[in-house]
Structure formats: C-alpha cells, structure tokens
C-alpha cells in the first residue's frame, strides 16, 4: 500500500521559513542574506519563497507580526492565572519556549530589535511598526491596569505607565545589542524588581 504524502499548509511554510531566516539572518546578518539561502535553508525552492512573500521586506514585517501576537498571547495567557505582580514575574521568567508553534524571535531579542531597525529605515513600512507597538502598548496597558487592581493600586494612566515599561525594555534590549557586556539579558527584569522595590519603600507598602 503506498503512503500518501501531504503537503505542508500554508502555515507550516511559513513558520519554516520564519525559523530559517532567523538562523541565517544570525550567521549572515540581515542584509547580506539572500532569499535562495533563505528558502534552501528551510527545504524550500525559491518559488516556494514567492508563493508566500514577495520580498525578503515582506517576510521580516510578517516575522515581526507573528512574534508581537504569540508575544501577546503568552502575555495574557499568564496573566489570566498571575495577577500578583511578583507572581507573574516569576512566571515569565519560567515561561517555556518548547510551543508547538515556534517563535524563533522570542528566542533570539537582539535580532528582533535589529529586524525592528531594518524596516523602520524604510518610511513607507513605518506605520506597520507602529501598527504593531500600539498592540504591544495595549497589552502591557491591561496587564498593568489588571496586576494594579489586584495590588490594591490605582494609576491614574495606565497607558502612560505601560508606554514607560516597553521603552525601558526596548531600550535594555538596544543596550545588550550595542553592549552585550555590560548589559544582561535579564536587565529588564531586573529593573522591573528594582522599580517594584523603590515604589514599596516610598509608599511603605508592605
């Protein structure tokens, strides 16, 4: 009896084709990687590429996309069962990245910012970005409005709050790539602790 071969859905290319230009775009930087190395590297034909993505452009805005919404969605995911702040930040920390779907970026931080940089030297791709911070903002907003709540706190703005969190962690994670050395991975973290730390001391929260 012969076996049947299925083909991969649409969905799988693409994920194959995320995974592969994120190890390429590590080993060969941005720039100098080529859609064909791209495409062999995920098992790919260069029309297999196309049929997909029509510009190496295209695949990093769709790259970043899917990032931001598995990021969102892990996010409030935990923050449906965290809602005390040291407890989702401990949570996060054991987040496990073995998902059935991969996201390359959640792995690699330092390419996400640099592919964050790549499309935003084009003018016309900029509203995209910011299509896709806006998404960011808002998710931090509600987890900043819902862990406040439970802490017994109120910010006046929670937005504003959130729109502070995601500059310190953009601007740790542009540091580490400038940096490496002086600048842990954990920085974010660590300052979010820190920032916890300050304010209960302040306000004498016990």
């Known amino acids: 009896m012969s076996r049947v071969r299925t083909r991969p859905t649409r969905d799988d290319t693409r994920d194959k084709l995320f995974e592969a230009a994120a190890h390429v775009f590590e080993e060969q930087g941005i720039n100098a990687a080529s859609i064909e190395t791209i495409a062999a590297a995920a098992g790919f034909t260069r029309g297999a590429f196309y049929s997909n993505f029509a510009s190496k452009e295209e695949l990093i805005v769709a790259m970043l996309e899917d990032h931001v919404e598995q990021s969102i969605r892990r996010n409030l995911d935990l923050l449906a069962k965290h809602q005390d702040l040291q407890d989702y930040l401990d949570a996060y ?15 690699a931080p330092l390419l996400h910012m640099e592919m964050i940089l790549f499309v935003a030297r084009a003018e016309k791709r900029r509203p995209e970005l910011a299509k896709r911070l806006r998404a960011r903002r808002q998710m931090l907003t509600e987890i900043v409005a819902i862990i406040s709540k439970h802490e017994g706190k109120n910010f006046a703005n929670p937005s504003w709050v959130a ?11 542009l540091h580490r790539l400038i940096d490496p050395e002086t600048t842990p991975p954990d920085s974010f973290l660590r300052a979010l602790n820190d920032l916890q730390e300050a304010i209960a001391d302040t306000f004498d929260v016990k």
């Open 93 to 107: 920390r054991k987040i496990d990245h073995s998902r059935p779907r991969q996201d390359p970026l959640g792995h």
């Open 163 to 173: 729109a502070i969190l995601l500059a310190l962690e953009d601007g740790f994670r």
